[in-house]
């Protein structure tokens, strides 16, 4: 079975609605806000910018209706006092990925709280094949979370060589780079934390 994905996600200081999407057109330097979208390439690999096509069916953050998540949504184009990061993490309804949700959710809720740090889940399978949107609801409803939930059949973070294993990517909104990536599950990813400060600390400066 597939693992599912998950999206931690930090606006620039200000809260960014889930549902705006930015423009795809135009060129992003290396750091700092953009005007518009940041130019390719794009992947879902260190280094990589993702695409602002990026989009997956599911439940807007704080809401249990049928919507489309676009990753457009989360760009941060202005500027950025406050400058803070994005995290994404692949999870499926499987130990590891039980148990980095409830770390994330820990994190979240203590010393990441003053982040500005952003989650949405990306459910690449559901208990019984197929992600839906009752599982969405499942895996929001499980974690106490009022994060967004997509369903991703495809994986877009898929890793095939540990298919049941939680995925953690980490974003710079402004750049929408993807700045780390790892498939080690808690509490042998020990150097996440540290990678969320630090990303939390350097993201969207000029």
Same mark, same amino acid.
């Given at each position: 079975?597939?693992?599912?994905?998950?999206?931690?996600?930090?606006?620039?200081?200000?809260?960014?609605?889930?549902?705006?999407? /930015?423009?795809? /057109?135009? +060129?992003?330097? +290396?750091?700092?806000?953009?005007?518009?979208?940041?130019?390719?390439?794009?992947?879902?690999?260190?280094?990589?910018?993702?695409?602002?096509?990026?989009?997956?069916?599911?439940?807007?953050?704080?809401?249990?209706? /049928?919507? #489309?998540? +676009?990753?457009? *949504?989360?760009?941060?184009?202005?500027?950025?006092?406050?400058?803070?990061?994005?995290?994404?993490? &692949?999870?499926?309804?499987?130990?590891?990925?039980?148990?980095?949700?409830?770390?994330?959710?820990?994190?979240?809720?203590?010393?990441?709280?003053?982040?500005?740090?952003?989650?949405?889940?990306?459910?690449?399978? @559901?208990?019984?094949?197929?992600? #839906?949107?009752?599982?969405?609801?499942?895996?929001?409803?499980?974690?106490?979370?009022?994060?967004?939930?997509?369903?991703?059949?495809? *994986? #877009?973070?898929? &890793?095939?060589?540990?298919?049941?294993?939680?995925?953690?990517?980490?974003?710079?909104?402004?750049?929408?780079?993807?700045?780390?990536? #790892?498939?080690?599950?808690?509490?042998? @990813?020990?150097?996440?934390?540290? %990678?969320? %400060?630090?990303? +939390?600390?350097?993201?969207?400066?000029?």
């Amino acid at each position: 079975m597939k693992a599912a994905a998950a999206l931690l996600l930090c606006a620039c200081g200000t809260d960014v609605p889930l549902g705006r999407l /930015a423009e795809a /057109a135009g +060129a992003g330097g +290396a750091g700092g806000c953009q005007g518009s979208y940041p130019a390719g390439p794009y992947g879902t690999s260190t280094g990589n910018r993702l695409d602002p096509a990026l989009a997956w069916p599911g439940l807007l953050e704080g809401n249990d209706n /049928a919507a #489309t998540i +676009a990753i457009a *949504g989360y760009f941060e184009r202005s500027a950025c006092p406050k400058a803070r990061g994005l995290i994404a993490v &692949d999870v499926a309804f499987n130990g590891p990925s039980e148990s980095i949700a409830d770390v994330l959710g820990a994190k979240l809720a203590g010393d990441w709280s003053g982040l500005g740090i952003r989650l949405l889940y990306l459910v690449t399978a @559901g208990p019984s094949g197929a992600p #839906t949107l009752a599982d969405a609801k499942a895996w929001r409803m499980a974690h106490g979370s009022a994060s967004a939930v997509g369903l991703d059949p495809a *994986g #877009t973070f898929f &890793d095939a060589k540990f298919p049941t294993a939680p995925v953690v990517v980490l974003v710079d909104p402004c750049a929408m780079r993807i700045t780390y990536k #790892t498939t080690v599950p808690l509490p042998k @990813g020990e150097d996440l934390p540290g %990678q969320v %400060q630090a990303l +939390a600390a350097t993201s969207c400066m000029p």
